[in-house]
């Protein structure tokens, strides 16, 4: 591809300024008398080429190289003004600090070079952590050459480098005060004599270490910013506690920029990477002395730094701090009072980011939640600039669960590939960790190894890395509640889960302990049925839902079944798992019959699990309970068409094996889907069928279904006396078999017999007895349509109040069944509509369009847009009339 005119021409700068800097090290190097700053000028001059040549399109390789020829342009202009043939320690030791600095990155450079595009762009971020590192020792080495070789030549070194930081203040201040620079100078000279005669030796500028550069944006923490930069105003100690990749870096690091952090503290801001030296006391120590600029060389605690610290107001960030406080850790427990001690200086502003919640106690932690969508899709587009806005990619950021590093991760590599949005989803959905193992795992997974590294995880034991194998292969979770039952072989088992809470792998959300989404696709199991633990907690499920079985509202044990409404997703990801694993299995799918069930009763959606039963071989064992569970979950979706189509393979095949009373079941059900398809004359002689076949095979519960099935038919056919006898007829065989739920459908279909047959007093008793039946039992169906039917009753003699008062029962029992939802609001709109209050008519009628677009259902969603008409026509009525 052609380079565009643009970045050619930044590309020749480039090469100028690198070809301008190589020059005048040359000549440095063959002139300079003084062999460690020859040998300095040396390895720079071969550090440059090398960017040159290979990475002259990366900025902070560039920035950083021109950065060292900058700092040995300095040190040649010092040097030949000086007298050299004494030099101080510390300037020999500065040199030769600088000469293995540009080693370090001329390896660097050689070995990202070596990587493939992708890994460096993703690599970017260790990257620049660590050309940070680099900048600040190049700063401090700068600091060096300027204070000892003013004591030389009592001159202001007018031409060293401006654009280093901090350093142009201390230049304006020699130019503007000789006299004060020579006392500051004699000052500092007479501290570093005491030095080398044996006392502390001061080895960095006072002003200490500038901090790494803020972030390039930081989108939608605006809010937490804010909040974070008011903590720190009033020196707040602060913990940003949260999973690896949320953010917490790039929070602190603009908070340092913040101007009015800048401008509380000027120059003493500093950032200290925890992960960038061994967990040690002494080296803490050590790297706390060096960053804040007091000097002080192996300090054995605090009390050589508490004059400085308590000198001037100063911001100082712990960055990846877990490092250093893991409770597992060495020293850990010296380390913790010592950060404790720290967070309690007067004048000091501590901020610590940790993935662990071992924190001083007294620390505000503001919450760190992951992006909303519009910060994330302008996360992915800061990135991504092939192509305008799509909804795939906000269906993409949704799937990580708006965690930051993965969105930045997936954008690169979308990117650097120029896939357009299309391409992007086809590989996420087809490959999804395959296909971007290399390039989004390996940052990420780097992030997540260094929590999996740390002692404390370690010392969780053998267990631990299996155990969060199973949290990250359910979407939920695991529910608290369940560990006994769950894990009964592990002991401490809330112990490890508390641990993995406090290494922020998992978080706790109501009774659940949960895992981002990208932390699930590194963690999860790559084959579920290999991972002994899950499939004995597969076991335990299928134990679970074939204990409770096909259960029925008033039958023992049902009340037990409900705990599939805060679990239903992850029971159906197993079942979906394992049922393509054991195709074969009848446990797993008499599970799967159950599970639908269970939904059916407690949870009415739609199932992923529909292709697999539909596409189950017809000759399993389990394919008919299997469909018939299914039809029955159709049916309160509404989608009764294709309920028909299922119930009439479910009716040949249980014909085909002869399974009479299975023959009653299917019959029955494809009776009460044509009268829902208004085809009652079929529904009407299949329900006689199985009211003859039940009668001879002498089953009393087939043959009163088979009445209130009829009953039903009848209803809908405007036979009202002959409904109210088969209604009659069903409800004396329930109550002789005490079935107290069919007993409530009776009175419920009795009250609307008789509210049309006009008489109202037993159309209210049998609805209000419905009820009575079914509070006790949150029979959330039945009492949603014995209310809908009072509220229409009271409607049609315009009593309103108690018609709108009926009608918010029933849609607060619809909660979970989007179909009675639906229908509830749709009769809340008529009500509205008939007492002239339109415009909330209108609201809740188009409440209830949406839920039957939703659901599909073709004649609910005509006779809902009919009632939408009319109210708009009676708004234009109403306008007209007004005017």
Known sequence: MVPKPQRQKGRDAVFSKLNEAIEDLNRAKEVSKVAPAKTAFGSTSVLLPTIRDSMADRKDYVGLGLACADVCRSLDRGLSCAQTDRLSPFVSEAIEELTATVVQIQRNVVETDEQNTISRILHAKNNKATIAAWRSDLDRILHVFETELALHNHVALSDVRHDVSNTHEI?????????STRELVSDIHRTMVKGQEGNQTIRTSQLGESPPPPPRACFGRGELIEEIVGL??????????GAGGIGKTSLALTVLHDDRVKKRFNENRRFIRCDQFQAARANFLNRLSEAIGAGVENPKDLTPLRPFLSSKEMLIVLDNAESILDPQGTDAREIYAIVEDLSRFGKICLCITSRILTVPPH???PVIHTLSMESACDVFYGIYKNGGRSDIIKELVQQLDFHALSITLLATTAAHNAWDHDRLAKEWGTHRAQVLRTDYHESLGATIELSLASPTFRKLGPNARELLGVVAFFPQGIDENNLDWLFPTISDRMGIFDKFCALSLTYRINSFIGMLAPLRDYLGPRDPSKSPLLCKIKDHYISRLQLLGDLEPDQPGFRDSRWIRSEDVNTEHLLYIFTSFDTGSDNIWDACANFIAHLHWHKPRSTVLRPKVEGLSDDHHSKPQCLYQLSGLLELLGNHVERK???LHLLELERGRRNDGQVVRALIALADTNRWLFLYEEGIQQSREALEIAER??????QAKSWICFAWLLFDDDQFEAAEEAGSKAMNLFLDQGREYWVCVCHRLLGLVYNYKGERGKAIQHSEAAIRIASPFDWHEQLCWAHFALAQLFENKNEFDNAQSHIEEAKLHAVDNTYCLGRAMEQQSIIWRR??????????????????????????????RGLLQKIELDLESQSISGD
């Open 171 to 179: 230049v304006s201040d020699i130019h503007h005060d000789v006299t």
């Open 232 to 241: 720190v105003e009033t020196l707040t100690p602060i913990a940003l506690i």
């Open 363 to 365: 620390c505000n932690r």
């Open 645 to 647: 189509q299922l119930l």
């Open 697 to 702: 095979l002498g089953d009393a519960e087939g």
């Open 835 to 864: 007492q002239g209050r339109l415009e909330e008519a209108k609201v809740e009628a188009l409440r209830a369009l949406e839920a039957f677009e939703k659901l599909g259902v073709t004649g609910e969603l005509g006779t809902c």
